[in-house]
């Protein structure tokens, strides 16, 4: 469909509007929502203030074109949560609060028990079989890994939570809750 008066540059498109500093969509040179231009939002008689079939030059506001940006931040993490997994998994309870701390206190504690076994093997070998008593120390290492990983888990999640916090507060949110 042509607008009336139009040049006969191309269809003009009801409801449709003109892209930001630039010419209509399909090269159209025409804003039937112009101001002046006969038939557009505004146009009458008196309102003349941009000249027949010229494209309307505007800019619309930052974020006119729908909603605002969602922004999805991390949950929160609990303390009490790290603190209950480390207790009863150990170094498995750590991949709550951390991934990276669990799976470096994993290797130390595996490499450990490794180095340990190896070192009290060649000593029984050494003494006769008498250097296989210290095979009851092993288990330290366990006893070791597992309050560590308490430790570390629970101080994990709170930091988590305070660059959590930090980044809320940077990007002018409140985190829920508080």
């Given at each position: 469909m042509t607008h009336p008066g139009h040049d006969g540059h191309g269809p003009v498109i009801e409801g449709t509007t003109v892209p930001p500093r630039g010419l209509a969509p399909q090269g159209r040179e025409y804003d039937p929502f112009a101001t002046g231009a006969p038939g557009?939002?505004?146009?009458?008689?008196?309102?003349?203030?941009?000249?027949?079939?010229?494209?309307?030059?505007?800019?619309?506001?930052?974020?006119?074109?729908?909603?605002?940006?969602?922004?999805?931040?991390?949950?929160?993490?609990?303390?009490?949560?790290?603190?209950?997994?480390?207790?009863?998994?150990?170094?498995?309870?750590?991949?709550?609060?951390?991934?990276?701390?669990?799976?470096?206190?994993?290797?130390?504690?595996?490499?450990?028990?490794?180095?340990?076994?190896?070192?009290?093997?060649?000593?029984?070998?050494?003494?006769?079989?008498?250097?296989?008593?210290?095979?009851?120390?092993?288990p330290l290492i366990g006893i070791a890994a597992w309050i560590t990983s308490i430790v570390w888990g629970c101080l994990a999640a709170s930091r988590h939570n305070e660059r959590l916090r930090a980044q809320y507060a940077q990007a002018g949110f409140r985190p829920p809750g508080h």
């Open positions: 557009g939002a505004h146009g009458g008689p008196t309102d003349r203030a941009v000249p027949h079939g010229a494209v309307q030059p505007w800019v619309p506001a930052q974020g006119a074109y729908g909603p605002p940006p969602v922004v999805v931040m991390p949950a929160e993490k609990s303390v009490g949560v790290a603190f209950v997994l480390t207790f009863f998994f150990g170094v498995l309870g750590m991949f709550y609060a951390t991934v990276p701390g669990a799976l470096i206190l994993l290797g130390i504690t595996l490499g450990a028990i490794l180095l340990a076994s190896i070192l009290i093997g060649v000593l029984s070998v050494l003494t006769l079989g008498f250097g296989a008593v210290l095979f009851t120390l092993v």
